[in-house]
């Protein structure tokens, strides 16, 4: 089992199943609440970040 979800995930042989951390979401987050600190706007203390599994291949 992989992680990143990334494209070599998919490519490969057998496909492999991959734990989608969901990267992108995670880091538009931490610039959201690095802009509100910088601007002084109180940040959210709660992030919830909800990962997958991509079922492939080696399952």
Known sequence: MGEDNSNYAEI????????DTK??????MAVRTLLDVLEQRPPCHRV???MEIAERGTT
């Open 12 to 19: 490969c042989k057998p496909k492999l199943t991959s734990l």
């Open 23 to 28: 990267m992108v979401e995670s880091n538009l």
């Open 48 to 50: 919830m970040l909800y």
